[in-house]
């Protein structure tokens, strides 16, 4: 059974940093894409970043380009989003998300077929 746990949200200040991560269990990263999607009140799902071992391809949105970076840890299955320089529009619920994916990762929530529940991201002054 796929699961994928969020850790890492809290409250930050404006021009902090956070890192979150996705820890996965009942399969490897090996023939899977992971993407970072985020949810603030009122808006749609978007898609921020995403990673795939098999191609080691990645994309960001052009919202956090330079500013987050998607990284992994094979041996601890987990994936990471480190983000920095971060603004008060980044606040959201901040998801993981992962499909068996063979072609380079894209961030479109309807491609992903196991999502983690979420972990607060604020960023307050």
């Known amino acids: 059974q796929v699961q994928l746990v969020e850790s890492g949200g809290g409250l930050v200040q404006p021009g902090g940093s956070l890192r979150l991560s996705c820890a996965a269990s009942?399969?490897?990263?090996?023939?899977?894409?992971v993407g970072w999607f985020r949810q603030a009140p009122g808006k749609e799902r978007e898609g921020v970043s995403c990673?795939?071992?098999?191609?080691?391809?990645?994309m960001y949105a052009d919202s956090v380009k330079g500013r987050f970076t998607i990284s992994s840890d094979y041996a601890k299955n987990t994936v990471y989003l480190q983000m920095n320089s971060l603004k008060p529009e980044d606040t959201a619920v901040y998801y993981c998300?992962?499909?068996?994916?063979?072609?380079?990762?894209?961030?479109?929530?309807?491609?992903?077929?196991?999502w983690g529940q979420g972990t607060q991201v604020t960023v307050s002054s």
């Open positions: 009942g399969f490897t990263f090996d023939y899977y894409a």
């Open positions: 990673f795939n071992r098999n191609d080691g391809s990645t």
């Open positions: 998300a992962a499909v068996r994916l063979f072609e380079s990762c894209v961030i479109i929530s309807s491609v992903y077929d196991d």
